[in-house]
């Protein structure tokens, strides 16, 4: 199956595939009932669908959880996640840069308007490297999230590549939205 490009807040987004069948039980198993095993064979799909869009000499980023939800999950699914494809891909994976600095709602629970709301300032960005960074999630809805995290690192100064993430789910708000198939990646 084909990735996903889509734009949002300016910068490129790419998906591995639709938020739907085994890829939406892969994740919510790694997510919510504690097997992180599948977080390799995740980082294995964004490397075989996505590897050719990472920059050359750029970082992966990936999108950080609040240290009291951390604490409570015991990792951080995007993380496990960028490291297995950065160990695919041989590119660095840098978790300091991003730091989410309010305990924000679930955003699962949440419509687009509210979910904008939720995470609105939660992220800080620090340690921003001069390599091209590229963002990394497990699953992009309404890009709420990832837009705030891409505007953080902006105002740090990163220089952010594009956004990655294994899936992409059904697009309820106006901060992102697919291209035109024409414009799909084979």
Not at 12 to 32: D, T, V
Not at 38 to 53: E, I, K, Q, R
Not at 97 to 110: E, G, I, N, P, S
Not at 145 to 169: D, K, N, S, Y
């Amino acid at each position: 199956m084909p990735g996903l490009r889509w734009e949002l807040a300016g910068v490129h987004g790419w998906s591995a595939a639709p938020y739907a069948g085994r890829i939406s039980e892969l994740i919510q198993r790694l997510k919510y009932r504690d097997e992180t095993r599948w977080a390799s064979t995740l980082g294995c799909v964004l490397h075989d669908h996505l590897a050719p869009f990472i920059a050359p000499h750029g970082i992966l980023v990936p999108v950080p959880l609040h240290p009291r939800r951390l604490a409570a999950r015991g990792y951080n699914q995007a993380a496990l996640i960028a490291r297995a494809l950065g160990h695919r891909s041989n590119t660095p994976v840098h978790t300091d840069v991003l730091r989410r600095t309010r305990d924000t709602a679930a955003q699962a629970r949440l419509g687009g308007v509210a979910r904008r709301d939720n995470v609105r300032e939660a992220f800080v960005a620090t340690n921003v490297p001069r390599s091209p960074v590229m963002l990394v999630d497990d699953v992009t809805t309404t890009g709420a999230t990832v837009r705030e995290c891409v505007l953080c690192l902006r105002r740090a100064g990163a220089i952010v590549h594009g956004v990655m993430t294994v899936a992409l789910a059904g697009q309820d708000g106006p901060t992102a939205r697919l291209l035109p198939p024409s414009l799909r990646f084979p």
